[in-house]
């Protein structure tokens, strides 16, 4: 490959990743700070944790044990983070401990985060968050919210990001043990500098600092100074702003924190990058010597790519290709390590959540089956107490009927009291039909699944079983015709023809009150209905019309097409309904019941029943009414076609 292929193909391939590759390199110098800086103590405490770990006995403190060993190796060998953590995850979910799941949950974070797959990493970070705050854990709920926001803040949802770390500063405003704030402040003024005012920066700068004083994190402090340096920058303090970097990088490097030493370099490179490019170029090399040196991937390829874009403005072909070469060999060597890792880490993102949702759906089937159960037992417990109340009436009503028969006015009463009985008998059997038959048909359903265990599907079969009995003891009592919630038998059905033999029927009865019964239709139409039970809704209000109506009063029944509806209208001149009552007109077994014109007995049902039919093809019921003029019903169904 010639020096000019090999910087076209770098200058594409920096082309679609140099954005993301730096937000992504913001985010791992914050949890560089956050967790630990790549040195001789950090390496010290891996070597101790993992002679340690053999010897952990007590559970809770091995699953710690196991995420911190997984935190203080992820800038080395992310795999081996994913490995530590996935174990703390599942051990900390056999055991049930929360902290253990939580920090795990932080962990997957931030292996996803460095992944590149930052959704995932959102919903790992979201799901530390929930778990932390659910454990009153406030410092490590901060510390997961302001993960949020700089995920957020790599993705570009600044709007979000803002507002999560605007709750880490909230949420943190309590804390007794505060360190963590002073990276959140941090964090939000260097990712989001201008939503502080200029006046007021250093204040926030100083707040920062003086937290991490308190906590002796040299980490943070040096961080500060650097932030410190920019602002001086910013403000046209550069001498001040140049020296203070300078010597936040000289302590850095004595304090042996070269991660952290390496951004403050490369942030001298960059304020001399216009005015000294020969001095820039320095600490670039500097920069880039130190990260070989360390072996930092990231900075590697960051500082390699600012050499490469600084040669190619200068048309400095060769050092160009220099560095483009050893970017594409970077880029190489990473890729084949992601090929060579034995992790699939969407995989297990996937059937981690699969695993969640068998999880759910294992608890909600098992809160079914004792749902279920105390339903059944309830409805057993209640038949029983009612077949046996039942019996007891019948032979408290035989006994006074024997020693009251002269009484004609005690034999009624007790012929009311039997009747009302009877009804309120068929009412809670109607009521407890509809609870049973779900659950004979969920148990029936529940029952073929080969995921259940033997024990829960011979529960199921009970249930099943106990459920089907319960049905037929419920039909032997129920001798009604509470039928809405029966199947629909849907066929094409002729409205006209429909309303005239409704209307026939229903002649010899308003003959009785001398009424007349007219019906008017302007086309004909077509409705896909059950026609038993349209011709009941019809039948219903017809009769409600004639028992309402006084002797000799004209009824109407009209029917008219309305786009794709159609509208029947029943009108009647009888007593009409009181306003404060028509809101109540539908319910069963209404108070709004009132006698006929002639005394004829209400039941309550009829519109309850003629509402539930209509609606249940689709339509709508209502009605329009003047006390002492009369009403008007209206029914609207659709039709089958134009």
Known sequence: ??????????????????????????????????????????????????KQLPFIKDSLHYVDALNRLGMLLYENSIDSTFFYTERARSIAGRLQYAKGSAGAANNLGVVYDLKGNLQLALRYYNEAYIRYTAIHDTADAVEATMNIAMAYQEIGKDPKAKSSFKRAVSDGATLKRDSIMALVWYNYMMLYPADFAKDSIL???????????????????????????????????????IALLQQAVFDAIKNNLYYLSLDMIIDLGDQFATTDPAKAVSYYKQALTIANEKKYRVYMESVSKKLFDFYTIKKDTANAFFYSKALLNLHDEQEKTDNNSSIDYIEYALKDQQLESAQLQSAYQLKFLFVSGFLLLLTIVAMAVLWRNVKQLRKTSGALRMQFEQTESTMEALEI???DYARLIKIVAHDLRNPIS??????????????LPADMKELMKL????????????NDLLETDFDQQQTLKIEELDLGELLGQCVNLLSFRAKDKNQQLTLTSDVPVKIMGDREKIWRVINNLVVNAIKFSPEGSPIRIESRKQADKVLITVTDTGLGIAAELQSKIFDPFTSAMRHGTQGEQPFGLGLYISKQIIESHGGKIWLESEPGKGTTFFVELPVTGS
């Open 463 to 474: 249930v099943q079983v106990s459920s089907k009995n319960s049905l037929d003891l419920i």
């Open 1 to 50: 490959m010639t020096t000019l292929q090999l910087i076209c193909t770098f200058k594409l391939l920096t082309s679609l990743t140099g954005v993301c590759f730096m937000k992504k390199l913001a985010a791992l110098f914050s949890f560089i700070l956050l967790c630990c800086a790549v040195c001789n103590g950090q390496i010290e405490s891996i070597r101790k944790l993992k």
């Open 417 to 419: 009291m039997n009747k």
């Open 438 to 451: 779900a659950i004979y048909t969920i148990s029936g359903m529940l029952q073929p699944d080969e995921k």
């Open 203 to 241: 204040a926030y700068i100083g707040k920062a600092k003086q937290i991490a004083e308190k906590y002796k994190d040299k980490r943070v402090l040096l961080a500060i100074e650097q932030l410190t340096a920019d602002n001086y920058i910013k403000n046209g303090q550069r001498d001040k702003g």
